[in-house]
């Protein structure tokens, strides 16, 4: 779909027209997966902040202003949504004793097993790391990371100025790192 038939199908969707904004739906629906799915790290809460999102912008597409695309304007609906997910999940979490049961330790193929423990020890404290940033360091870590977003872009998905976008993923990556440094000197 070029530029001027997406123009078409957001003013028919605006409208009311039920099958445009399906049309809207297939076409952002697997990269608003992908990035819910960064953020939250769990399928079933992908899947979930995807219907929350795609429910909002339906209910607000009134309030969209054609100042951006309706993909960056639909990111960062995922990206709250996303956002107000993993508040929930922290405050969860504070009631649970055991971190393990929260984030799920998932194991790396490997060639052996040492491999395969130290895959899995990786990603548990990647996924802790992950976990303990704030959301807007994971927003933004994941939006310039994994979906290889503009500086520019993220501070528009977040809101908040490009400064503050760096500094977030700035914060992010040096968390990580320090969560990771204890596994540089293993072999």
């Keep these: 779909m ?85 508040r929930e999940r922290r405050r969860e979490r504070r009631r649970v004793d055991d971190p393990d049961e929260v984030i799920g330790v998932l194991p790396s193929e490997g060639p052996g097993p040492e491999h395969m423990a130290r895959g899995a020890e990786i990603r548990r404290r990647i996924d802790a790391s992950l976990a303990s940033l704030s959301p807007h360091e994971r927003a933004a870590f994941t939006l310039r990371h994994y979906e290889g977003r503009s500086i520019e872009e993220i501070g528009s998905t977040l809101g908040v100025r490009t400064s503050a976008a760096k500094h977030c993923i700035f914060r992010a990556v040096r968390k990580l790192r320090g969560a990771l440094a204890p596994l540089r000197g293993e072999s």
Excluded: P
């Design 2 to 86: 070029d530029a001027s038939e997406a123009a078409t199908v957001l003013a028919r969707a605006r409208q009311g027209d039920g099958d445009a904004f399906r049309a809207l739906v297939e076409r952002h629906s697997h990269a608003a997966f992908r990035l819910a799915f960064n953020l939250t790290g769990n399928e079933q809460d992908a899947e979930d902040v995807v219907q929350e999102g795609f429910l909002k912008a339906y209910r607000q597409l009134g309030r969209f202003q054609s100042r951006s695309n309706f993909g960056t304007w639909l990111h960062r609906i995922i990206v709250n949504c996303s956002m107000d997910l993993l």
